[in-house]
């Protein structure tokens, strides 16, 4: 059951946006209902997301309204999605997760606009639209720049649901780790929940007694536990979804994956008029906001290859996975 305080929540914020400057409603305004399954400052996916909604709040004012309910459990989601589809002409799943619940919920709202961020291909409900952003291919680039970054010559990976996106984005890291280093070692595991510290932790120090220097992940708050490792450790993560160089020593390099333009991507063709269902690829080829590397202080050379690297895949020289 959605709990009492996630309700409160999405209802509290929804308030906030009606009463704020930047909220002040129109008669007309676009009702945009969003849920965020995990944190929205989890420094992964969730808060990659809050932050397009909030980007987008600030760009279109009294124009949109917003109810955002957050940290919802898998078995949560139909009822959260419904009581979001119950008050808005638009419903936003954030992550992959969402999909089967918003496949299901959709049917029972055939009016409401849903969209994935994070969908998959099969998205086929005249009413949904699925974006995919593909972190498969920026994965590959980020097992590229860990290669070059290894002081050990063994890098790791951490996921948490293992689903197929998840898992195609960790063989391509690995794949791209060996595309730069043949003989790296590479090592991946799952804990099977995106926000379990515990369990990433320990994966984490797992791998870092095999010799991993460098790690990579596809974690929402699960990614303290592998914080808490390589800091104890001295050991270094490629973090993701967004840039923030600079910020952090733990993180010398992050992959950008554009959820928060996915969710400013989908409010902007709302709130035009041009909001399409079906699937949509994001990706590299949908420029530098959608999929990126940064890397914080490269080496000489260093982006010089990652980029012949993003263009190569991009051009399909370089041919990954799907996800």
Not at 135 to 162: D, H, L, P, R, W
Not at 246 to 274: E, F, K, N, R, W
Request: some cysteine; proline content about 3%; glycine content about 12%.
């Amino acid at each position: 059951m959605v709990s009492r305080r996630n309700i409160i929540q999405g209802i509290a914020f929804s308030a906030f946006l009606m009463t704020s400057p930047l909220g002040a409603l129109a008669q007309e305004a676009l009702t945009v209902g969003i849920l965020i399954p995990g944190s929205k400052s989890d420094k992964g996916w969730m808060e990659s997301s809050y932050n397009g909604l909030v980007a987008a709040q600030e760009k279109y004012g009294d124009k949109i309204k917003v109810q955002m309910i957050e940290n919802i459990s898998y078995g949560d989601m139909e009822q959260a999605l419904t009581q979001l589809a119950s008050g808005n002409s638009m419903v936003i799943g954030v992550g992959g997760q969402t999909q089967a619940a918003v496949l299901k919920i959709a049917q029972r709202f055939p009016d409401i606009k849903f969209s994935i961020v994070g969908g998959n291909a099969g998205v086929e409900l005249p009413n949904v639209a699925g974006y995919d952003v593909k972190q498969a291919e920026i994965a590959f680039v980020a097992g590229a720049a860990a290669a070059m970054m290894s002081k050990t010559g063994t890098v790791s990976y951490v996921g948490g649901m293992e689903i197929p996106s998840i898992v195609n984005a960790g063989k391509e890291f690995g794949n791209g780790a060996k595309y730069i280093n043949p003989e790296i070692k590479y090592i991946e595991s799952y804990t099977g929940d995106f926000d379990d510290v515990a369990k990433s932790k320990e994966a984490t120090l797992a791998a870092i007694a095999q010799g991993a220097d460098i790690h990579y992940h596809i974690l929402n708050l699960g990614l303290r536990g592998m914080e808490q490792a390589a800091t104890e450790k001295g050991t270094h993560i490629i973090g993701s979804y967004t840039n923030y160089c600079g910020t952090d020593p733990l993180y010398p390099a992050y992959s950008i994956t554009g959820v928060g333009y996915q969710v400013g991507y989908t409010i902007d063709q709302a709130v035009a008029g041009t909001w399409v269902a079906g699937y949509k690829p994001f990706g590299l080829a949908m420029g530098a906001e959608a999929s990126d590397i940064a890397v914080c202080d490269p080496a000489p050379g260093m982006m010089e290859k990652l980029d012949a690297i993003m263009d190569d895949i991009k051009s399909g020289k370089i041919s990954v996975l799907e996800g």
